[in-house]
């Protein structure tokens, strides 16, 4: 499976940023896509994830209430809405998807990563 997110940039505190990835391989072996985001000098944080079918989603709470992931099952893409960016969600925002474990674990394939800026 080969991932490719897009959309990432530089945005003023306060804006709005849409991510993509698409997917493309063996994607039936997989049930999920997730977003993941690592600030600098932090770890690897969970930021939303979704069922290729939209019929589960999750986010973590720092992106309830300003984030929307949605997906497309025909075209294997995934899209990450993020309204209200703030300072604190500088970091580069990685795609994956999973076969097993819940939304939030059991990721087996990894996208490139695109850097989200977010000035003051």
Do not use: H
Request: overall charge positive; charged content about 15%.
């Amino acid at each position: 499976v080969q991932l490719q997110a897009s959309g990432g940039g530089l945005v003023q505190s306060g804006g709005s940023l849409r991510l993509s990835c698409a997917a493309s391989g063996r994607t039936r072996s997989t049930y999920k896509m997730g977003w993941f985001r690592q600030a600098p000098g932090k770890e690897r944080e969970f930021v939303a994830a979704i069922t290729w079918s939209g019929g589960r989603l999750t986010y973590a709470d720092s992106a309830k209430g300003r984030f929307t992931i949605s997906s497309d099952n025909a075209r294997n893409t995934v899209w990450l809405q993020m309204n209200s960016l703030e300072p604190e969600d500088t970091a580069v925002y990685y795609c994956a998807v999973g076969s097993i474990g819940s939304l939030k674990t059991g990721y087996d394939y990894w996208g490139q990563g695109t850097l989200v800026t977010v000035s003051s």
